[in-house]
């Protein structure tokens, strides 16, 4: 027997214990693992049927191969698939090493991938968790988690608890780390959500992988915040922002980007930034989900003053494939950066001494729904402009920016002495 099938035996072990195998070094026969086909016109009649990763390995006790599955969880077909690629990949490495069913192994009639969950420290479940979630997610969202699950990480550090188990983190701790959120560490109440909404997410996680009975952040309220962070521009600073881009700086491009954020609801950096030449139809434009905020594509409506620009600059005459904004100024094969705008708009904002008052990019698109809204009174037309997933959404957003207060009329209401 080699060292190295030992090594193998070895380290492969306690990973065989989970799928309910033997190992040895002695390679039996066996058929490699693969997901069954799971059909349906839908995604969700596909999650309504059973996934199984099906394999067959040698059997010891019946001098015969037996076939052997493995139900694949998850909540989403993204989900799932990557639950079944990790779950195929470690079994085929088992079967080539050297996996069979023992005598001493006790078959089983079905075995559920949650249970397979090879960590029990929170630090080995979090750093697995962020693997997923790099899988899922986009950069920027991803980013987001990956800091709130270090700031959880500081927290047990601070308090000497480094290798807390998953079993042993329960709702005193998560109380304790809201108090150290808000006091110790100086997180301001939209940052404390922030944090306690992700740590949340996880504990959601672990819950569905049946690791733990109940989410010991389920009972850590949300502290209150300001409506919006984004503040809408008047009137008069729009025209004092247009005079000094347009006149003084000559930067039409500017001005050419947000008024494509105030036409269409966009989100600045990640869907009017890099949108393409090709995006722009006779009278929409689509916003791919890998851009959207939602994960779902969107056809935005193209207003008759965003047209006029349209025409003017002759967009739709370049490559589809070019991006419409670079820095040379007109539609090209490379977008600009992240911070090309922004560094742009808060040299403006500067100038009119709105810098520091949460005015930026994001403004321009309330601006525009504060204008839609007064000109048209029609909330199913935002909703479907805005992209919002239900009309309820949309009723807060406007709530928030403080549109309905507007359509108050006290008018008729008597002073004292005039009252009934």
Sequence with gaps: MST????????????????????????????LASLYKVSGDTEKERLAKQWVVAYQCWSDIKNKLV????????????????EAKRVIGEINKLLKAGAYEGE????????????????????????????????????RSYNT??????????????????????????????????????????????????????ISSFFNFLKTKKLISENPFVDIRTLPTKSSQHRPFTALQVQE????????????????????????????????????VSDIKKNIITVWAD?????????VKIPPGLEAIFQELRIRSYSPHYYVFTVDGVPGPKPVS?????????????????FGFNYDLYGWKHTGVIALYRATKDIKLIQNQAGHSNISQTDEYLRDLGLY???????????????I
């Design 145 to 198: 988690y990956k800091q709130s699950q270090t700031i959880l990480s500081k927290f047990l550090e601070e308090k000497g608890l480094q290798r807390i188990k998953i079993s042993e983190f329960h709702g005193g701790l998560a109380s304790s780390f809201s108090e150290w959120s808000k006091i110790d560490a100086g997180h301001s109440n939209r940052t404390h959500n922030k944090h306690r909404d992700n």
């Design 104 to 139: 001493g192994t006790q078959p089983v009639p079905k075995v559920e991938s949650e249970s397979l969950f090879p960590y029990s420290k929170l630090k080995e479940a979090s750093d697995y968790y962020l693997r997923i979630k790099k899988y899922e997610l986009k950069e």
């Design 291 to 299: 851009r959207a905020k939602t994960s779902n594509t969107r056809h």
């Design 405 to 419: 207060a507007e359509d108050f009329d006290l008018s008729g209401f008597p002073p004292p002495d005039l009252a």
């Design 241 to 276: 922002f247009k005079q000094i881009c347009i006149e003084k700086r000559q930067d039409d491009q500017l001005w050419f980007f947000v008024n494509l954020l105030y036409f269409t609801f966009m989100r600045p950096h990640e869907e009017a930034r890099l949108l393409k």
């Design 338 to 354: 992240t911070d090309y705008f922004y560094k742009r708009h808060v040299a403006i904002l500067k100038e009119l001494d709105l």
């Design 4 to 31: 190295k099938s030992l090594n193998n035996v070895s380290i492969l072990s306690p990973l065989a214990k989970h799928y309910v195998l033997s190992m040895s070094d002695i390679v039996r026969p066996y058929k």
């Design 67 to 82: 076939r052997k599955r493995v139900v694949i969880g998850g909540d989403t077909i993204a989900e799932r698939e990557k």
